[in-house]
């Protein structure tokens, strides 16, 4: 059995004061409608786990009605850090869930083959990540103004979501962060305190998440291009 936590606790704290962005309206839907069908069309898919600021559970069971929902879904608490949102998360999955992928409820475009891509590649490794290697050159900087050094972009790579993982590792790596007391701003990142593998997925197609207001007509163009939106 697979499952998936869908993170959309956020308060968009970056948006400008448009409010949520998960409810700001994306090809004549709100971004959040995109996410949450793209994961329940996933054959793969067998339960969807929604971790949500409990006020704004109402509107998530309205949408549930207007998309048409195929498969069952719980609703978990948000908690005050994302590592939080998915232990919450975490916890309402069902038992026997074999597979556990999570995805940020902000990435409207994830393509179905990269959903498929990251169970199986958790299946076989224990943990999985959509990535891109990085094509910009970066450079590190201790205080914000200079730069300190020029990192090797050839061994860099941009992680994103969705991230898998065997359900058990993601429980034992979570808890482990926990226990050290540290804050992680990627789930891949507590594998790496149990010293768990995590097995790199690239697929070619744009998978950007929505953080600021000029993000929205670009998602839309991608959209468009996979025929999800209509063309004005």
């Known amino acids: 059995m697979n499952s998936v936590i869908l993170v959309a606790a956020g308060r ?30 996933c054959p793969l898919v067998d339960e969807i786990v929604l971790v949500t600021r409990p006020e704004t559970q109402p509107r998530f069971l309205q949408l549930a009605q207007e998309i048409r929902t ?52 958790a299946r076989r490794t224990g943990a999985a990540v959509a990535a891109q290697p990085v094509t910009d050159t970066i450079k590190e900087s201790l205080d914000g103004r200079f730069v300190t050094r020029t990192l090797d972009r050839a061994r860099l790579w941009a992680v994103q979501t969705p991230q898998a993982f065997q359900t058990s590792i993601l429980r034992r790596a979570l808890h482990e962060a926990q226990r050290r ?52």
Not at 181 to 209: F, W, Y
Request: aromatic share 6%; proline share 12%.
């Open 12 to 41: 968009s704290t970056r948006m400008g004061g448009q409010g949520d962005k998960l409810w700001l309206s994306l090809a004549g839907r709100p971004v959040i409608a995109h996410v949450w069908e793209r994961f329940d069309r």
């Open 70 to 121: 195929t498969k069952p879904f719980r609703f978990a608490p948000g908690g005050p850090r994302r590592q939080d949102s998915v232990w919450n998360g975490l916890q309402a999955v069902a038992p026997e869930a074999d597979l556990v992928a999570v995805q940020d409820a902000a990435r409207p475009c994830t393509p179905p083959d990269l959903i498929r891509a990251c169970y199986e590649a």
């Open 181 to 232: 007391g540290l804050e992680i701003t990627d789930d891949t990142a507590a594998c790496e305190l149990i010293g768990q593998p995590v097995e790199l997925v690239v697929h070619p197609a744009p998978n950007p998440k929505l953080t600021r207001p000029e993000d929205l007509p670009f998602l839309e163009w991608l959209l468009r291009q996979t025929g999800v939106a209509p063309n004005p």
